[in-house]
């Protein structure tokens, strides 16, 4: 697979299986174990997800060394500030089954619309993330859902600047001021839900662009992500499917189809804007 530099020089996979809904136990454990063996190197989380421990037997049933893995997950707001985040990563860890992170990351930021002190909180559950970094005890370390007016406060007071941002994007919701934002500030963009929730299996636009590449709608949004340097993040549990979202890896998008892409009506948007959101 794959991969881009992220501004520590460390290398992340170009595409990441994500594990959100999928239960723990057994579903989610095999479903981590057939994407392994069908290619795939990033694996994504949260504690949120409630299935941190399931993943970790995925990883360990599939029998490949940890060092050819990306393993990422995230801490929630009822976790963070300084030591509760400390707890929370050490938790996290525990569940996993591992003995470091590749990335972490702050799942939702503290907001203006919720805190006064909303910089503050950021920052201080920052922080911990900067000691973890420094410990040697996660590779990179990043924020979920931070939009430019979250971010911006953040990097003028941190010490080690965000690696990653990720947040929802998919062809009819680009977030492409935030996405521009980031990537001037060296900070890889992530996509969560990039098929907008199964909405854009829906749209005849989308199918006429992946009819007219020879591919799947779910191959094209993974590649029409790719091309805009955003690192997707497909779940599935069905191994055609799994099998069928790595090989848009090689995938090439004209940028006429990319601009048509840009430029879709939204649709599919989850409506879970950092700002309103109420945890």
Known sequence: MSTIKLNNGVEM???GFGTWAIADGAEVAE???????CGFRHIDTASFYKNETGVGRGIAASGINRSQLWVTTKVWPTETGYDNTLRAFDASLNRLGLDYLDL?????PASPSHYTDWCERNLDTWRAFEKLYADGRVRAIGVSNFLASHLQPLIDSCTVKPMVDQLEIHPGYTQADDVKFCQANNIVVEAWSPFGRG???KSAELK????????SVAQLCLAWCRQKQIVPLPKSVTPERVKENLESDGLNLSENDILKIDQLPEFGWSGQHPD???F
């Open 13 to 15: 996979p170009a595409m």
């Open 276 to 278: 309103k959101v109420t």
């Open 208 to 215: 006429q662009i992946a009819d007219h590449n020879n591919c």
């Open 199 to 201: 909405a854009a299996f």
């Open 104 to 108: 972490y990351l702050i799942h939702w």
């Open 31 to 37: 479903a981590v174990k057939t994407a392994i063996e």
